[in-house]
């Protein structure tokens, strides 16, 4: 049972990092106070959403502090996408081993400011701990959406078109990559999936313009296949995907080609922090306008039907067996 | 680098734990979306807290689950508060080491479910994440106050009186008694202490009632001393406290005759979670009546000072000079 007081002086020198993170708000009272007093504008539903990251488990533990911070904040801003929600604050709580140096602070501090400029997102509050375990991070942001205009996961009706946005299967093939075990790939494509997996790109502009258009939308963290099976549990339906149209970076096609059991990772892994999302078919018409919008390539990948199961299409219309089992059918 | 899949059936069936704790918010979506929608009500700022508790360090590992459930969110609580809000929602992040079973998860829930009815408080999302360390937990309070209305460290002025809630330097010696380092203590005043420490109550009336009358707030979480010296320093001004004003318990009033020493613990100790605050004098005419109202006791112990120091003075009219260096002047 150690004694906090002990290393008090130590996160007074943290903070000093993180206050001025804090500062374009004033009811942040630069981290001075026990709480932050926000007003939420008039007319707006707040949303809110908390994410942890371990090392170990959700970075690797040598990760540059700087891509760690952006992950973190990233993460969270993927969840706020996905609501279509426009990001506003947030809190950090961080648990700190004993072997975290002020470099290393003044390292993530610098990735959070710059994400945070990014990203139009601001810190208010957070607590730091130390710990006798890995380093430990918690965020909660804050966000803002027109009142009953959120989006959800339940709407999805048979007949909808599934798009996703950006690039399917790299946040996975990127982990592989930074544990040395995508040898055989050309060095810079290889660097290429790292950096997706270290700093996945939250479609915070594509998420607020699909509100009155989206039928159901999740960011794509657990897997390309587990979370559209999130979508159908909750709204009661299934899917046709067909894998040719699942788009692919040039990373991952030539991962593929190398290693076509790569396919499974790409169906089934995470981390890519897409937006898979359901439509009316006639989205088709205007999708182009906003990915245009939105600065992010949208690709249809399949269709939800009345079926409650997922199928994955080959090339040939023949249904997909993935090679290892439990991620395609709930 | 462990695959989070792995445990997933695991946190599915934690997560039967928590989802009935947020039944009450339809915007929580039975914690199934990617993040909560609420809706502030009109008129109001809200406040925001964040504090992380780690197993080892801010409770001992084999504290009960129900305890460390009601210290997690009575801290934040406190929090709120001290800045006078209204508690409505919160958010929790746990970090789990393999050990931690489903019965201490169900034990846990039924903590939180507790104290969310004792302190109208409702849980609306959270991360449920493997970790290798020690049981980490970090929770996001939101409360509400009219606007301008929220309550701040810095507004001390030279005369103000000082008061505190309830007793002071229970948390602290609490932590002795839980430690057994209190054996000549009488077993009911022990059992009283390590109640204290475990199961904080955060002054949640008191709070809103000193809209409008304290001048400056905070609670009590590092010592009575360090606290007071944080409302000291933002305010620009110093205080004086006599000892034998101080509110103790007839626990802590045993603990101080078999052991003067452990006065030292009741002014620089931590934990207690009472508010601290300040007043114009002429608050000791309406006190009881707040008091009353706030089911708490008031208690007066010094005066805020233009000196930028803190003093603290013996029956005797002496300076006391506490036995351990390093909390009484800043």
């Known amino acids: 049972m150690s004694n906090e007081n002990a290393g008090l002086n130590e996160f007074k020198t943290i903070n000093k990092y993180f206050a001025p993170l804090s500062e374009s708000v004033q009811g942040a009272f630069n981290l001075t106070d026990d709480a932050a007093i926000i007003d939420p504008p008039a007319g707006q539903s707040l949303v809110v959403t908390t994410d942890a990251l371990v090392a170990g488990v959700h970075f690797l533990p040598d990760d540059p502090a700087e891509d760690v911070a952006a992950k973190l904040l990233r993460v969270s801003l993927s969840d706020l996408a996905s609501m279509g929600a426009v990001p506003a604050h947030y809190t950090l709580s961080i648990a700190v081993p004993p072997k975290q ?8 501090s610098a990735g959070l400011a710059e994400n945070q400029h990014d990203f139009k997102i601001t810190l208010i509050g957070g607590d730091t701990v130390a710990t006798s375990g890995p380093l430990t991070l918690s965020l909660t942001a804050l966000g803002y959406i027109e009142k009953t205009k959120g989006l959800r996961r339940n709407g999805a009706q048979a ?8 690039t399917i299967g790299d946040g996975a093939l990127g982990l592989l990559a930074a544990e040395n075990k995508l040898a055989s790939l050309d060095r810079a494509n290889c660097e290429y999936l790292i950096q997706r997996y270290r700093r996945p790109n939250p479609r915070t502009k594509l998420g607020p313009n699909l509100i009155d258009i989206a039928h159901a939308v999740i960011d794509i963290s657990d897997g390309l296949v587990a979370d559209l099976s999130h979508i159908c549990e909750i709204s009661e339906v299934g899917a046709d995907i ?3 149209d699942i788009p692919l970076s040039p990373a991952a096609v030539e991962g593929l080609e190398k290693n076509p059991v790569l396919l499974d990772l790409i169906l089934g892994g995470g981390d890519d922090y897409e937006l898979l999302f359901t439509t009316d078919p006639n989205f088709a018409g205007i999708f182009e306008e906003v990915a245009d919008k939105s600065e992010v390539a949208l ?11 997922i199928r994955l299409f080959d090339q040939k219309g023949h249904e997909y067996m993935p090679h290892q089992k439990g991620f395609t059918h709930f």
């Open 101 to 108: 140096n002020s470099s290393w602070f003044k390292a993530f």
């Open 242 to 244: 067909q894998i040719a």
């Open 159 to 166: 007949g909808d078109s599934i798009w996703v946005s950006g």
């Open 299 to 309: 690709t249809k990948i399949g269709e939800i039907t009345l079926a409650k199961t």
